[in-house]
């Protein structure tokens, strides 16, 4: 923890890290709430199934037609940035709309982005980093950081037990949106801050 808060780049890793998982808890609460209102027990352990399934599917699409060399092609900044601008749209999105279709294209369009270009962006950040940054700081954030961003995410997703759906829904879209801002921001700055790094063979921290 020491290590992690006392280093920019290494808090920069977190924050998008946590970023995208309390976006997207927000989401699959939403997803799962209007599919539960839409299929019975049976029917929805099938639905479940089969988005569970096109989320495979979709990644390994992804990956086939070149999502993930983004980064080589047009660096790092560019795939970093690529994600919060993404999840930008689609909170407007998620804030204009009320389907359980939409709602089931956005999860899978989060799932896929994440496994073919944001995650291994954010593995890709670690290279200038120490040995005691790889083994420490990234192991508590893909753990502890991680879980703790999805309580986060859950904690607002309580909110409609308080202010009522309709207005939750506003205020979630609301926190999103600053949350992706502030994500951007920080995804510019790690990339530029890696592309320095590696040019000049130093690590960050």
């Not at 309580?151 to 949350?179: D, Q």
Request: proline share 3%; aromatic share 14%; glycine share 10%.
């Amino acid at each position: 923890l020491k290590l992690l808060f006392t280093k920019p780049y290494l808090l920069g890793i977190f924050g998008s890290l946590a970023f995208f998982e309390i976006i997207v808890t927000i989401f699959d609460f939403n997803f799962k709430y209007e599919a539960g209102s839409v299929y019975s027990k049976v029917e929805l352990t099938s639905y479940f199934a089969t988005y569970s399934s096109v989320v495979n599917i979709v990644s390994f699409l992804f990956l086939i037609f070149g999502v993930n060399k983004i980064t080589r092609r047009l660096g790092i900044t560019v795939s970093l940035a690529i994600v919060p601008v993404a999840f930008g749209l689609a909170v407007l999105g998620f804030t204009m709309l009320n389907s359980l279709q939409f709602l089931f294209c956005l999860m899978v369009g989060s799932k896929a982005i994440n496994y073919a270009l944001n995650g291994p962006s954010l593995k890709q950040l670690y290279v200038p980093t120490s040995p005691a940054a790889k083994s420490k700081a990234q192991a508590w954030i893909e753990t502890f950081g991680s879980r703790g961003a999805k309580e986060i995410g859950s904690g607002i997703n309580m909110l409609p037990n308080v202010i009522g759906r309709s207005a939750y829904k506003l205020v979630g879209s609301g926190i999103g949106m600053v949350f992706v801002v502030i994500w951007l921001g920080v995804s510019i700055y790690l990339g530029r801050t890696y592309t320095k790094a590696v040019n000049s063979h130093k690590d960050v921290c």
